[in-house]
């Protein structure tokens, strides 16, 4: 195990061009790598508040966080190709603790900055000015030059506002307002994306690094393969599933392909896969890892502070998209097993279907069951126990653990991983699963703290990184204790130290990239915000577009796609929502689309995670292929093949948001995820050309047919009935009268911009309570006037629903629409589901000729 850990951190670095050195320099990467990890535990615990020492603002945490990641990106990463691998040169060195002494600037000047905002001394400058080049630099070595390129772009774009040619330009900014700004505020560099990295992110990649430490890695990939491996491509769907299990505490897809596929990667070749088509399935399984909860590849926290939003409501929108494509994907490698001829590894005999649908409820059952007692069984322990209740908890986590590993103990421990050994025989399901479900209860801890507790995700992701720490440095020396037979010697107590110890390293090692990433991002969230290029993006994708609303969102998807090319996931994120999610507002107000806003940056998000896939700079793929040996970019266009689900989803949850479950109770979302998960099963048989035997060309035409009607059932229905009924303007009052309580009026009015360039909007507005429509009228804070047959707003009252809608004095209220009683639109899933009966059929009929 030792030895396969090494190997896939030498591939890691490998992959990222990254140096281990021996020697003296190791040992000081080693120790800074130890130093930052601990840090940063320490400032997410209570401890400092307890003992009173050690208490740190944001600002101050944000300069040591980044103090830590550009001293180690310079020890870490060479400058070129071939630069040397095994040492660290001076001049790294050199530039390592300049960029260090530019980042701890704001951290020793705290009170000084503090006592003057935005009056620079010369050291002020000169420190930015050194600061900004060294962080694109260390950009450029630990991330590649696409985001150091992208940054400096739009550090040259403030500058040169006043020279830009027409819709470009804008008033520009000096020298010194830059530097200020990017800087020494928390506006640019040391923005909101730093400030997720050092309290949220840096901890859920710690817990990740831990657990894989621990052996759960290890365990979730051999759990998969025991229960997938005897089905048809059974490799590959295990290799999606620990992907899947994977990624959803991982915050890079790169390392993920990189770790789980070391190992799923050489089965699913041996079982008649190609290089590039199981390099494709583990790209696809490991990028979609980045859009599935909690963690979202670290995107989860940013979209809170982007967004405003709780994190339980970002993981209840994001996790029925996810959840989907998931399962569509383990559709994908089954429908490639079928067009590829495969076969169940063994004897196995399938089990008959009643059979298997019986096990299914049961494990469903069993784990819902389980759920229960814990939710409800904590939910009286802890007013029964009153103020003992959280040593009363620790106890019965402590027994559980006690209890979990007694059963470990009483199974046999799980061979190491060997990817060239024949795939003749499974693990036993039974045997795996008992022997690592200890490996479960951080994961359980996390979730419990997040979710019921609802503490914030730094101190949920603490309290897991301590009860991981604990199984680190227990289950080597309590194994061997519990188990009687003393046939397997498991380690002791100092194995476990250095497990802890590597795992903490590990953990700050993978920090470093998206350290730099999110600084390096936060200057171009600065520029944004300084230059105003947001609205410039928005006139260009409008003047693009034509004002189409579907081709608008097809230009934001590409740019997201051009954005993201190369760029980690955070970083990422960071780049296109600032850029790109108010165009996909703006304009959707303009055209009539009133989104969500987190809709819109998962739309955005999405398309940004897609470009990991995409060639010719997906860098997953990449590093998929350096593992198959396969051809990277035939890898990495067939990945993007599978992932089509991926692609389509964002269009769709755009127009319906009932597949973010947002507005939708608990019945209508169950109903909602069966239904759309057969819609992008369909949606998954259409595009790969095969359903129950090979598709004729206009069978695959109803397939995408059918799995739209299921996914909008709205767009026909529409057709049919219009929901709204218009009504002049002038009539507001009465149409507010006539309508029902907590019904939706849609509005299009039309009014100057920031600019004065007169625009076109449409806003929603939820009809309050009210004796009569003027009442009502009033309570929604709006005053309005008739001139030269125009109806108008004398006035909007401050903090009134129509302000927070975005009516503004002088507007002109173009349209009103009210809504009318019309049938459900789910009704449209019925001719849709015959329309799929009849395509069973004719494939049927050439089931049965064959």
Known sequence: MQDKQLSTEELIAQDVGARLPLGIMGGCITTLALAWSLFQLWIASPLPFMLGFGVLNDTETRAIHLTF?????????????????????????????????????????????????????????????????????????????????????????????????????????????????????????????????????????????????????????????????????????????????????????????????????????????????????????????????????????????????????????????????????????????????????????????????????????????????????????????????????????????????????????????????????????????????????????????????????????????????????????????????????????????????????????????????????????????????????????????????????????????????????????????SLLAPVVVTLGQQNGLIVPLIAVHLFVFYFGIMADVTPPVGLASFAAAAVSKGDPIKTGITAFYYSLRTAALPFLFIFNTDLLLIDVDFAHGVLIFMVATVAMLIFAAATQGHFLVKSRWYESVLLLLVAFTLFRPGFWMDMVHDPYRETPPAQLAQTLGEVEAESTLRLRIQGEDAVGKLRQSTVLLAVPAGEDGEARLASLGLALYEQDGKTLIDSVTFGSPAAAAGMEFDQEIMMVKAPTERWRKELMWLPGFLLFALIVWLQRRRVVRA
């Open 69 to 577: 990641a550009l001293l180690l990106a310079y020890l870490v990463f060479p400058a070129f190709r071939r630069s040397p691998r095994d040492r660290v040169p001076l001049g790294d060195l050199a530039l390592g603790l300049v960029a260090a002494g530019a980042a701890s600037y704001l951290f020793v000047m705290y009170e000084a900055l503090a006592q003057r905002p935005g009056n620079l001394t010369t050291a002020d400058l000169v420190t930015a000015c050194i600061g900004i080049p060294l962080l694109l630099e260390a950009a450029r070595r630990a991330l590649g030059p696409a985001l150091a390129v992208i940054a400096l772009v739009f550090l040259a774009y403030s500058l040169a506002g006043p020279w830009m040619p027409g819709l470009l330009a804008h008033r520009g900014v000096s020298f010194t307002a830059l530097a200020n700004h990017q800087w020494i505020t928390t506006e640019g560099v040391f923005g909101i994306a730093l400030g997720v990295s050092t309290s949220f992110v840096f901890l859920f990649v710690l817990f990740g690094a831990l657990l894989e430490r621990a052996g759960a890695g290890h365990y979730f990939i051999q759990l998969a393969f025991s229960l997938l491996g005897h089905l048809r491509g059974g490799p590959a769907k295990a290799a999606v599933v620990a992907s899947g299990l994977t990624g959803l505490i991982s915050g890079s897809s790169i390392a993920n392909v990189v770790t789980t596929g070391t190992f799923t990667i050489p089965m699913m070749k041996k079982v008649g896969f190609s290089a590039e088509k199981a390099g494709a399935v583990e790209v696809a399984s490991s990028v979609n890892g980045q859009i599935m909860p909690p963690v979202m590849g670290a995107a989860a926290f940013l979209m809170v502070e982007y967004v405003g939003i709780p994190y339980v409501e970002i993981i209840k929108h994001a996790f029925l998209p996810a959840t989907i494509s998931y399962i569509a994907l383990l559709y994908i490698v089954h429908l490639e097993a079928l067009k590829l001829g495969m076969q169940p590894i063994g004897d196995h005999q399938p089990k008959p279907w009643l059979r298997r649908l019986t096990g299914f409820a049961f494990g469903a059952a069993l784990i819902s069951g389980l759920s229960m007692a814990v939710y409800y069984g904590l939910g009286w322990l802890k007013p029964a126990l009153g103020d003992y209740a959280l040593p009363g908890i620790a106890l019965l986590l402590a027994a559980t653990y006690l209890g979990l590993l007694k059963i470990a103990a009483s199974n046999e421990p799980l061979a190491a991983e060997d990817p060239d050994k024949p795939l003749t025989e499974l693990p036993n399901t039974r045997t795996v699963l008992l022997s690592g479900l200890h490996f479960l209860l951080p994961v359980v801890v996390l979730v419990w703290c997040l979710m019921v507790e609802r503490l914030s995700p730094g101190l949920s992701a603490f309290w897991g990184t301590v009860m991981l720490v604990i199984i680190l440095l227990t289950q080597r020396p309590l194994l061997n204790w519990l188990r009687s037979d003393g046939r397997h010697d498991y380690g002791s107590l100092q194995d476990g130290l250095i497990d802890l110890r590597e795992g903490l390293v590990a953990g700050a090692r993978n920090m470093i990239g998206i350290g730099i990433a999110t600084a390096t991002a936060g200057i171009i969230v600065g520029a944004v915000s300084q230059t105003g290029v947001g609205l410039v993006l928005a006139d260009l994708v409008e003047m693009l577009s034509m004002g189409n609303l579907l081709l608008m969102l097809l230009l934001t998807a590409l740019l997201s796609l051009i954005l993201g090319m190369g760029l980690p996931t955070t970083a990422n994120y960071i780049v296109v929502s």
